[in-house]
């Protein structure tokens, strides 16, 4: 019976061994599909996020040349007025002037949108990368490797307590079956002398008996020898 759980505890630690190293290589395998999904998903943020900034600069720069021409068109429509009527002096420079410093001024917020685009583009690409490092530790956390050593000492512990125990029940079985072998032993020594009792009363009842019959022909005989004397006929002198 030992044996056979020893058998038993040896066949489940490797089954418990086998067990932690298939469920090592599952979480290896999702962690794997789990990084290529993140990695899949920053590229796509990343792609995302510059295809945004280019379409902004695209559109920023069709602002600026927007502004340059009409800025030119004003000025040339205001000179060209300005000769036909005639006009000429420090109004006329001061009207394009103004054209120019509108210009500028326009074409400044431009610049400063530009500007203000692209460092919000910065800061959301380093966002995004520091999301994808903290969702790759996330995903990639360390993987609880098979305990073999663990496994091995525990599995020998038990088995070793079931040998001592097997054992202890060898022993004991061993034990009982002296102390039955005394017992039998005890109980036909008894019934020997239970016989030499019965024997000895047999052979005591026999003696009495040879007494009581010896006691009876003793009696008999005495009765004859009395009945003998009385019959012989006595002669005078």
């Known amino acids: ?10 066949a489940s630690g490797a089954a418990q061994m086998k067990a932690q190293q298939q469920a090592a290589k599952a979480q290896a395998k999702a962690q794997q599909d789990a990084s290529a999904n993140e990695a899949k998903r920053m590229q796509h943020g990343v792609s995302s996020e510059r295809l945004r900034s280019a379409q902004q600069d695209t559109a920023m720069a069709h602002e600026a040349l927007k502004g340059h021409r009409e800025a030119e068109e004003g000025m040339a429509t205001t000179r060209v007025a300005a000769e036909e009527a005639g006009v000429e002096g420090n109004s006329v420079g001061l009207a394009v002037a103004e054209f120019a ?46 305990d073999v050593l663990g496994t091995l000492l525990s599995t020998a512990q038990t088995a070793s307590s079931q040998w001592q125990a097997g054992q202890m029940q060898g022993l004991q079985r061993e034990n009982w079956a002296s102390q039955n072998q005394l017992m039998a032993g005890d109980l036909l020594a008894q019934q020997t002398r239970l016989g ?6 047999l052979n005591s009842r026999g003696t009495l008996n040879f007494l009581q019959s010896q006691q009876i022909g003793a009696a008999a005989g005495a009765g004859l020898y009395s009945a003998s004397r009385l019959a012989i006929p006595r002669t005078g002198r």
Do not use: C, H
């Open 196 to 201: 030499l009792a019965g024997q000895q009363t």
């Open 101 to 146: 410093r509108k210009n500028a001024a326009y074409q400044t917020s431009i610049m400063l949108q530009e500007r203000m685009n692209n460092s919000s583009s910065i800061l959301a690409l380093e966002g995004g990368g520091l999301q994808f490092q903290q969702n790759m530790m996330r995903i990639n956390k360390p993987i609880q490797q098979p």
């Open 1 to 10: 019976m030992a044996v056979v759980q020893i058998g038993l505890t040896i």
